[in-house]
Nanobody, 121 residues
Framework: QVQLVESGGGLVQAGGSLRLSCTASGSFFSINVMGWYRQAPGKQRELVATTTSGSMTNYANSVKGRFTISRDNAKNTVYLQMSSLKPEDTAVYYC???????????????WGEGTQVTVSS
């Protein structure tokens, strides 16, 4: 099995910064895309940012220029540096990883349990 453990959420004032981390552990062959999604109350889960094993990145328009995703492949860890936070960034942030469990297996997406980010105005 593969586990994703997130950390770094919390309460911050508008304009502040937070850094989220997510580490994958367990038995697997490789990880392709890792990323962050978020879900605010009453809304659907949405993409925040993703990064490939080759460090190609993709961001939601709403976070471009404010959030930075990065990755340490040796540690199977993905980070999300969030700056200039706004109240509308308040959500549960979920880590996701597309994992190949063996050399012959298909990719399967695993999810973390989520970490709360609350931005006060």
């Amino acid at each position: 099995q593969v586990q994703l453990v997130e950390s770094g959420g919390g309460l911050v004032q508008a304009g502040g910064s937070l850094r989220l981390s997510c580490t994958a552990s367990g038995s697997f062959f490789s990880i392709n895309v890792m990323g962050w999604y978020r879900q605010a109350p009453g809304k659907q889960r949405e993409l925040v940012a993703t990064t490939t094993s080759g460090s190609m990145t993709n961001y939601a328009n709403s976070v471009k220029g404010r959030f930075t995703i990065s990755r340490d492949n040796a540690k199977n860890t993905v980070y999300l540096q969030m700056s200039s936070l706004k109240p509308e960034d308040t959500a549960v942030y979920y880590c996701a990883a597309d994992v190949r469990r063996t050399v012959l297996s298909n990719l399967f997406r695993f999810w973390g349990e989520g970490t709360q980010v609350t931005v006060s105005s």
